[in-house]
């Protein structure tokens, strides 16, 4: 003759621990919570149930005061009530007899919408995932398309993301399949339809077994990426709402993804410029000459003018890496020329050079051990 059994909407034991009494309370606060389930009033009732009976249970004197006389009055009451009759079996309090059915139940009352304060029904936006990339140096310059396969949480393909289906009928916990709750008052007992299955004894949902009632699901999912031209090594590309999916509706998480650029063989990047060391023969540094250089695109021809030292620098505009963001405007190419000397082996290259020497016979480490 006990009224709805918080152990049994709870479904723990009569000795559960505090803990294990929460633990319950989420699993189902998240099954049914009103905000996954909206307009399903079935789903409210039950919550609202839930909810009452987990904060009795994990209160030590409301507990105790439960375990020993049943519910408070004050707590909150399902809506639809039928007056049944006067229960005079002993171990009636003898208290309240008195009370009229007003006073007992009130004449209005509403079932408490999702309660706004709980933490465990708030959506709750998903994780984000993070991921590399490995790029050659040209497609980090270039820019590329990508295919990764990201293992991620997902909407629940089977449920939609309530955690629950509606499918076959079950049984329903809040009244035992009877389809009436009693709440003892006194030697009073009322009956009152159950909400939580409306009277019917059978909820019609049943919890997702795909995603263990979580409304989401761990799946491999192939996502498109695109490189934008331009991206450096370590550059972090967002991918939107490709993280984890959020909880009861909240929204989901990111993907960020950082490449990681591999070197080009002749070619150093620093920001938007690129460097290159070219090596121009001593003939071509003192007369000058016209010299190709290797770009991104093929070549490019350099003038190098008469009386050229090593370690000048030449700057190619505009044949550098484009910005990844913004108007993707390139770079320069910056080229430090190294003077190198070809292998002198014959005799008339020898006779040449001490030639050359004999004629320009400036001291070209004068002031070096000057003050
Ligand atoms: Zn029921
Ligand atoms: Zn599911």
């Known amino acids: 003759m006990a009224q709805v059994d918080f152990y049994v909407i709870l479904g723990v034991e009569r000795s559960a621990t505090r803990d294990e009494v929460s633990k319950a309370y989420r699993r189902l606060a998240r099954r049914y919570h009103p905000g996954i389930n909206p307009g399903d009033d079935e789903a409210q009732a039950f919550f ?20 020993a006389h049943g519910a408070r009055e004050d707590s909150p009451r399902p809506a639809a009530i039928e007056f049944q009759g006067f229960d005079f079996s002993p171990g009636g309090s ?80 809040g009244c035992h ?25 059978r909820l019609r949902f049943r919890s997702c077994d795909a995603c263990r009632e979580r409304g989401v699901a761990t799946r491999d999912e192939e996502i498109a990426i695109s490189v934008p031209a331009g991206v450096n090594d370590g550059s972090r590309l967002r991918i939107e709402a490709k993280g984890n999916a ?8 990111d ?40 770009t991104l695109d093929g070549s490019a021809r350099l003038r190098v003018p008469p009386g050229t030292h090593s370690g000048q620098r030449f700057r190619l505009r505009g044949q550098g890496v484009p910005a990844p963001r913004g108007d993707g405007a390139r770079g320069d190419l910056v080229v430090a ?30 002031g070096l051990f000057e003050d």
């Open 94 to 173: 003898g208290s309240g007899t008195s009370a009229t059915f007003e006073e007992l139940f009130g004449d209005a009352f509403t079932l408490p919408a999702a309660r706004g304060g709980s933490a465990a029904g708030q959506p709750e936006r998903g994780g984000d995932l993070f991921g590399e990339i490995a790029l050659s140096f040209e497609e980090a310059v270039r820019g590329t398309e990508r295919r990764l396969t990201v293992t991620r949480l997902d909407v629940c393909g089977e449920c939609g993301g309530a955690g629950r289906r509606r499918a076959a009928e079950s049984r329903c916990i």
């Open 48 to 67: 609202t149930m839930v909810t009452e009976a987990y904060e009795t249970l994990r209160d030590p004197a409301r507990r105790r005061e439960y375990d």
């Open 177 to 201: 399949g009877s389809g009436t709750t009693r709440r003892r008052r006194g030697h009073m007992v009322f009956a009152m339809r159950c909400t939580a299955c409306d009277g019917t004894g």
């Open 337 to 366: 020329v190294a003077v190198v000397l070809p292998p002198v082996a014959d005799e008339r290259s020898k006779a040449l050079l001490r030639e050359f020497g004999r004629i320009n016979a400036t001291d070209v480490r004068k």
């Open 255 to 294: 993907l960020y993804i950082v490449a990681r650029v591999g070197r080009h063989r002749i070619l150093r990047r620093e920001g938007r410029d690129l460097h290159l060391d070219l090596p121009i023969a001593i003939h071509e540094a003192a007369l000058g000459a016209t010299v190709e250089v290797p």
């Open 246 to 253: 959020g909880l009861r509706g909240g929204q989901p998480g």
